[in-house]
């Protein structure tokens, strides 16, 4: 069993800065990527940030400059720090990880946490 647990959102204001968490816990052996997607009502969840195991990151045009993906194997946990947040950051921002399991890889996701950019 696997489980994500995002933390790290609330209201922010215009020019802030947030930094998001993820925490992995259950029966892990390891993990692949691992990422962050956003999603606000009435559109498509968006990828956000990515990165591999080895360390390679990937950022949506709209945020790359201002975030940054980081992850801390040890902990097999997943950290976003959003600075100079804009309102169109505003979304939902979920966790994900990617699992070799012996049936195949499988992605598990957490339950979203509210990231709120407003004066």
């Known amino acids: 069993q696997v489980q994500l647990v995002e933390s790290g959102g609330g209201l922010v204001q215009p020019g802030g800065s947030l930094r998001l968490s993820c925490a992995a816990s259950g029966s892990i052996f390891s993990i692949n990527a691992m990422g962050w997607y956003r999603q606000t009502p009435g559109k498509q969840r968006e990828l956000v940030a990515t990165?591999?195991?080895?360390?390679?990151?990937d950022y949506a045009d709209s945020v790359k400059g201002r975030f940054t993906i980081a992850r801390d194997n040890a902990k097999n946990t997943v950290y976003l720090q959003m600075s100079s947040l804009k309102p169109e950051d505003t979304a939902v921002y979920y966790c994900n990880a990617e699992l070799p399991l012996s049936s195949g890889k499988y992605r598990y996701w957490g339950q979203g946490t509210q990231v709120t950019v407003s004066s």
């Open positions: 990165i591999t195991s080895g360390g390679s990151t």
